[in-house]
Nanobody, 123 residues
Framework: VQLQASGGGLVQAGGSLRLSCAAS????????MGWFRQAPGMEREFVAA????????AYSDSVLGRFTISRDNARNTVYLQMNSLKPEDSAVYYC?????????????????WGRGTLVTVSS
């Protein structure tokens, strides 16, 4: 399974970005997917997750109401729509896939990771 994240960039506070994660080697419709982020000097933290085969989602408290995770089965791609961005959202964002279909916030449950895409939010 290979995951390729894209869509990062530089945006002003209050702006929006949409990250994409294209998957190969697995049909994502039946599997869970997640987004994590890691800022310099910080641990990797959970952002959002989507259950396989269902619309069930989970978000960290810091992004709830601003970010939306979604999936396009035809494109085998997962998205993270990020609105009302804040400087503290600046980080490298990673998409990841667990072995099963469940929603999980624990990075240890994720077996496959993309290489990450950098998001920088200026104040």
């Amino acid at each position: 399974v290979q995951l390729q994240a894209s869509g990062g960039g530089l945006v002003q506070a209050g702006g929006s970005l949409r990250l994409s994660c294209a998957a190969s080697g697995r049909t994502i419709s039946s599997y869970g997917m997640g987004w994590f982020r890691q800022a310099p000097g910080m641990e990797r933290e959970f952002v959002a997750a989507l259950k396989g085969g269902a619309r069930s989602t989970a978000y960290s408290d810091s992004v709830l109401g601003r970010f939306t995770i979604s999936r396009d089965n035809a494109r085998n791609t997962v998205y993270l729509q990020m609105n009302s961005l804040k400087p503290e959202d600046s980080a490298v964002y990673y998409c990841a896939a667990p072995v099963g279909s469940y929603v999980t916030r624990n990075p240890s449950d994720y077996e496959y990771w993309g290489r990450g895409t950098l998001v920088t939010v200026s104040s």
